[in-house]
């Protein structure tokens, strides 16, 4: 079966994604309008400013036609800001972009810029060995509803989780060489 993955191309590390991609065989396609959707089997939101990337989801219509393709079962993937943009709840926010994940959420929870880091991460869903996750501005997940599951945490913090169709990570799984979190996602596109 042909697999189309979609990664959201407003802002962030598009070009990385389309790459972790390419490398998992499947053809990664650039998503800028709704028709886009109708060509993908997944989508990718990438990292980025999660206020700046709504604000283009706005403007292009975007955010009710992403709700019903993840309604309709197909996996939306977040990463970093796109986590942010999945969450049903921001802390300190009235406002929450596309509201699909019952999760809460922390903007930039571990610091700014200069407190970036990188950690190793167990995440038994894609293997045994740990992956390292690349966090830079990162949000955290601070309260997650009864079908969400908690795939790892740093320090005790959840910083990545699934609730059926919907993965987020806090880190940057595309500004590494280790192509299995993508995998993993390909894998839940093939059977939606």
Known sequence: MDVNIGVLAFQGAI?????????????AIKVKKV???????GLI????????????????????????????????MGTCAGLVLLAKQVEGQDKAFLQLMNITVRRNAFGRQKDSFESYLDIP????????????????ITRTGDKVKKLC??????????????????????????????????NMSKYA
């Not at 028709?35 to 089997?41: P, V, W, Y």
């Not at 009710?64 to 393709?69: D, G, H, L, M, Q």
């Not at 609730?163 to 995998?183: C, M, Q, S, Y």
């Open 15 to 27: 070009d990385e994604h389309l790459d972790m991609l390419n490398k998992c065989n499947v053809k």
């Open 125 to 140: 869903e894609i293997g045994k060995e740990e992956f390292k996750g690349v966090f830079i501005r990162a949000p955290l």
């Open 45 to 76: 939101l990438p990292g980025g400013e999660s206020t700046t990337i709504g604000s283009f989801l706005e403007r292009k219509n975007m955010i009710e036609p992403i709700k019903k393709f993840a309604k309709k079962g197909y996996p939306v």
């Open 35 to 41: 028709e886009d959707l109708d060509e993908i089997n």
């Open 153 to 186: 945490s740093v320090d005790g913090k959840i910083v990545a989780a699934r609730e059926e169709n919907l993965i987020v990570g806090a880190f940057h799984p595309e500004l590494t060489d280790d192509i299995r979190w993508h995998k993993y996602f390909v």
